[in-house]
């Protein structure tokens, strides 16, 4: 629930996180496991069960589905082969969450920017905005390889923030996973974390460190004048 010690501020700029904040790419992002998976001659997973992982990035849904980890040798392979299956399937099902699209309209009629900040490559990310329409909405898009390091690295945000020549403290930041809220404290920026995305059952939002949880996108909305 939003922290009503953080509302309503006068926000320069809204960034989002894209995977589980944005837009819900579970279901793709699944998909793609499950054709490797099926190369492989194992079963699919349940879609449940991989949606807790899809915030994390092959890392964690190599984990899921192969049980393996970044240090193993054949890591290297199997993300390469992830990669190329969800890069051909990014946009059958992935949609904004419910209640995201009036939260953009408002903000844009509000005369509030709003941009992209996410660990997702570039080669997924700009066609998956393209596909989602909004591309030409988006006042910037920081991607995972925009930048020499990402997030939690405060570095994506603060260029960002640069990008649009707004006051970092006067940008709100928007995420789902831990690493967000580190990102946005140390570029000292206000967060929120979406509660309605790819948390799993260990995290614990409430101790980030960060300014509200949000039940729905249309909680955001709160936190506005």
């Known amino acids: ?10 926000f320069e700029a809204v960034l989002f996180d894209l995977d589980g904040t944005l837009a819900d790419t579970a279901l793709d992002l699944g998909y793609a496991l499950n054709l490797q998976r ?4 194992l079963p699919p997973m349940d879609a449940q069960t991989v949606r807790p992982h899809a915030s994390h990035g092959t890392p964690g849904l190599l984990g899921i589905g192969f049980g393996i980890s970044p240090d193993d040798a054949s890591f ?25 699209e009036t939260v953009l309209e408002t903000l844009e009629q509000k005369g509030i920017r709003w941009g992209i900040v996410t660990n997702k490559p570039a080669r997924f990310t700009l066609p998956l905005l393209e596909a989602l329409n909004l591309s030409a909405r988006a006042a910037c898009v ?14 994506p945000l603060l260029r960002a923030a640069q990008q649009l020549g707004a006051d970092p403290a006067r940008c709100l930041y928007v995420g789902d996973a831990e690493r ?14 979406a509660g309605y995305g790819y948390l799993g059952a260990g995290d614990q939002p409430e101790r980030w460190g960060v300014d509200g949880i949000l039940d729905a996108p249309a909680d955001l909305l709160t936190f506005l004048p």
Do not use: V, W
């Open 1 to 10: 629930m939003p922290d009503e010690s953080a509302r309503p501020r006068a």
């Open 76 to 100: 290297r392979t199997l993300r390469e082969e992830y990669l190329a299956l969800y890069e051909a399937n990014l946009s059958r099902k992935t949609r904004l969450f419910p209640g995201m």
């Open 38 to 41: 099926a190369r492989h001659g």
């Open 180 to 193: 967000d809220a580190q990102a946005a404290r140390a570029a000292g920026m206000p967060a929120i974390i």
């Open 142 to 155: 920081i991607s995972g390889d925009t930048c020499r390091n990402a997030k939690p690295h405060p570095e």
